[in-house]
């Protein structure tokens, strides 16, 4: 089982709509849990990271964290053709120590 | 926020040969990690740079094969030696602490071997 499974997509949506972009994970370690956007060709690009358990929002993104259920969540409000880009989640026991990533999810936004 | 470069952007190498991809950092940082992104795979980290020793390799990545060094707290280099199709891949250098949102990653190195 690996660690930090995540739904492969490929995720195809109209402009405009609600994305919902899903991780789980296994390790009970895991504290700190990050959302990486990653456009073609590119690097990925941190664009949310969370403590623990909660939510976070930042603009049009909302993190989400259960760690009774280790589930994490990234939902995209208004989606936009610009978020078209590959969606990582990504875990962590925290500092500097290892960062464990899911597969990713290519998200397509259709005009 | 930190900018990392990286060269080369790409190549294609013959198998049995090596290629040295250079990642470079606009400020000084304590640690820079490797990693590979295989197709349709998740990144995975390949070892930790550390300036003035010896890197830290993870489980299935040997210094023989990749070579890492860390002459600065700005620079590393990774080596991918005796190459063969397998090690096709997209190279990525990265810095900072997890628990901040100051984790970057370079634009990577994506390698074609034939």
């Known amino acids: 089982q690996k660690e930090v499974e995540q739904d492969p997509g490929p995720l195809s949506v109209p402009e405009g709509a609600i994305v919902s972009l899903n991780c789980t994970y296994s390790?009970?370690?895991?504290?700190?849990f990050m959302w990486y956007r990653q456009y073609s060709r590119k690097g990925p690009e941190l664009l949310m990271y969370?403590?623990?358990?909660g939510n976070k929002e930042d603009g049009r993104f909302t993190a989400q964290v259960d760690k009774s259920s280790k589930y994490i969540s990234l939902f995209i409000r208004d989606s936009q053709p610009s978020d078209s880009a590959t969606y990582l989640c990504?875990?962590?026991?925290?500092?500097?120590?290892?960062?464990?990533f899911g597969t990713g999810t290519k998200l397509q936004v259709i005009p | 926020s930190a900018v990392i470069s990286q060269k080369p952007s790409r190549d294609i190498c013959q198998r049995g040969t090596s290629l040295t991809i250079q990642c470079q950092v606009d400020?000084?940082?304590?640690?820079m990690f490797w990693y590979r992104q295989q197709p349709g795979q998740s990144l995975t980290l390949i070892a930790t740079?550390?300036?003035?020793?010896?890197?830290?390799?993870e489980s299935g990545f040997v210094i023989d094969k990749f070579p890492i060094s860390r002459p600065n707290l700005t620079f590393s280099t990774l080596t991918v030696s005796n190459m063969s199709p397998e090690d096709s891949s997209i190279y990525l250098c990265?810095?900072?602490?997890?628990?901040?949102?100051?984790?970057?990653f370079g634009p990577g190195t994506r390698l074609t071997v034939l």
């Open positions: 390790n009970s370690a895991f504290q700190y």
């Open positions: 990265s810095v900072g602490p997890v628990n901040t949102d100051t984790q970057y």
């Open positions: 969370t403590y623990s358990s």
């Open positions: 400020s000084q940082v304590t640690m």
């Open positions: 740079a550390n300036q003035g020793s010896e890197a830290t390799y």
């Open positions: 990504a875990a962590s026991s925290g500092g500097y120590q290892k960062v464990t």
